[in-house]
């Protein structure tokens, strides 16, 4: 079988981020797989528990990519203040061909195209993939992934995952695909209280979640809860009418947006003030809107940036969303270089400081309860848990699967096929998701 097919039948997909999967990453002409132990985001901890239990694991891992696509060496990347604490150093091996490569505590560093120009120092061209730039990105559980489907043809059934903000004892804890959210807040005895939100992810850019219906899906990679007074909070409270009302009545035009846009920094033609401006324009230019699709969502322009409250971040994803279903994205001009501005490198943000912005540094510790016992009762494994066309389910209600059974096939185009987490009965099967109900064991 060739790497491809390997990872696709593992159903690996982006466990750190949108939920790409894996094996359409893999294509000719990589010179250098690039492991991303950067979590930027305040409060998670997921990665760094991971490379704190299983760093030769990672380092085999990435060398068994290397290996198997051809390419010449991988780097782990990981913040300062992070490999500090395991004791890593610049340079150090943890395989035959893999290093590691320290990079600035600053936020967003784990977004895919600063990750790979400060680890290589490649510019990614705007509105490509990184294999343009002969690298390949995965992050550190994906890599575990891989290396579990390369050397013992393991698939996909577990997600680790840091449960922190207003809780007691921020945790780290591995559970099976497809867990009710409820349940591993009732697991860790977690209340949440009047107002208090709780997201998918980070307090930067987390979703939201209703907990009594959320699972925790390949991409969960926080579960972060955060009180309704916090930035955090706030920003997600206001909507898209109050972001446009003000876009069109506060906005001085300071540019200070995309001064500290990281995106502008690396030389990509994204201007977050130009977008703002837009937003009141009755026919802004189909070009400059297009510029939308090279925003990563980072939002230091609304969190750091704006003393007027706008949200320049939540008008470029207005305009990213109708691009998107337009089918339109930014062309880059042929044979320019995009080369970053001598000015990034005093204007990165503290991973710190952007805590405290978001109103969230009060809860900053350090999760000491590492969990793996955690049993569920039920799974509930969706089919569109990653980036391309829903699974196609191949079990029916009352079949018996066995934890890492095929339960679902990938549809046709970019796809994966998703497998049991749970030994257990299927309750029931939707167009959105496969039931499992657990038959040997309850769950504490
Ligand atoms: S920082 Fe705020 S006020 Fe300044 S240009 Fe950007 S959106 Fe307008
Ligand atoms: S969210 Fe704002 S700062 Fe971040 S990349 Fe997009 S425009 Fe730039």
Redesign the pocket.
């Known amino acids: 079988m060739t790497l491809k097919e390997i990872l696709q039948n593992a159903g690996i997909a982006g466990a750190g981020g949108a939920g790409f999967p894996a094996y359409a990453k893999q294509a000719p002409g990589a010179d250098v797989f690039v492991v991303n132990g950067a979590e930027c985001e305040p409060l998670l901890y997921t990665d760094f528990t991971l490379i704190r239990l299983f760093l030769p694991q990672i380092g085999a891992g990435a060398d068994a990519v290397v290996e198997a696509a051809g390419m010449k060496r991988a780097v782990l990347g990981i913040e300062k203040e992070k490999a500090k604490k395991l004791s890593l150093v610049e340079g150090q091996s943890i395989g035959k061909y893999t290093k590691i490569h320290l990079l600035p505590d600053a936020y967003?560093i784990g977004?895919e195209i600063s990750l790979i120009y400060e680890t290589t120092g490649r510019v990614v061209t705007p509105g490509k993939l990184p294999i343009t730039a002969g690298v390949i990105v995965g992050n550190v559980e994906s890599v575990l992934q891989m290396y579990a489907a390369l050397t013992e043809g393991k698939p996909v059934t577990d997600k680790w995952l840091t449960v922190a903000g207003a809780v007691k004892e921020p945790t780290v804890l591995r559970v099976p695909l497809g867990t009710p959210v409820k349940d591993i807040l009732s697991y860790l005895h977690i209340e949440i209280p009047e107002g208090y939100m709780l997201l998918d992810g980070g307090p930067a850019m987390g979703r939201k979640i209703q907990p009594e219906t959320a699972v925790v899906k390949k991409t969960t990679k926080a579960l972060t809860l955060i009180s309704p007074d916090t930035e955090a909070a706030l920003q997600r409270m206001r909507g898209e009418q109050s972001h446009k009302g003000l876009a069109s009545t506060a906005c001085c035009q300071c540019t200070r947006?995309?001064d500290?846009?990281?995106?502008?920094l690396l030389g990509?033609p994204?201007q977050?003030h130009l977008?703002v401006r837009a937003a009141s324009c009755p026919n802004p230019n189909l070009e400059l809107l297009k510029t939308a699709t090279?925003?990563?969502?980072?939002?230091?322009?609304?969190t750091?940036?704006c003393s007027q409250g706008i949200s320049?971040?939540s008008i470029?994803?207005g305009y990213k969303a109708k691009l998107r279903q337009e089918n339109m994205a930014f062309t880059p001009t042929p044979d320019r270089d995009y080369a970053p501005l001598d000015m990034r490198a005093y204007r990165k943000v503290p991973g710190a400081r952007y805590a405290t912005l978001l109103g969230v540094g009060n809860y900053h510790r350090i999760p000491s309860k590492i969990d793996t016992d955690f049993v569920a009762r039920s799974v509930s494994i969706p089919l569109s848990g990653h980036i391309g066309a829903p699974s196609v389910a191949c079990v029916s209600v009352g079949d018996k699967v066995e934890k890492g059974q095929v339960i679902a096939t990938p549809a046709t185009g970019l796809s994966l096929p998703q497998h049991a987490s749970i030994t257990g009965r299927v309750s029931s099967v939707t167009k959105d998701d496969i039931t499992i109900e657990n038959i040997e064991r309850k769950a504490e």
């Open positions: 967003p977004d947006c995309t500290l846009c990281p995106r502008f990509y994204l977050p977008m090279l925003c990563c969502g980072c939002g230091i322009c609304e750091v940036a320049p971040k470029i994803a």
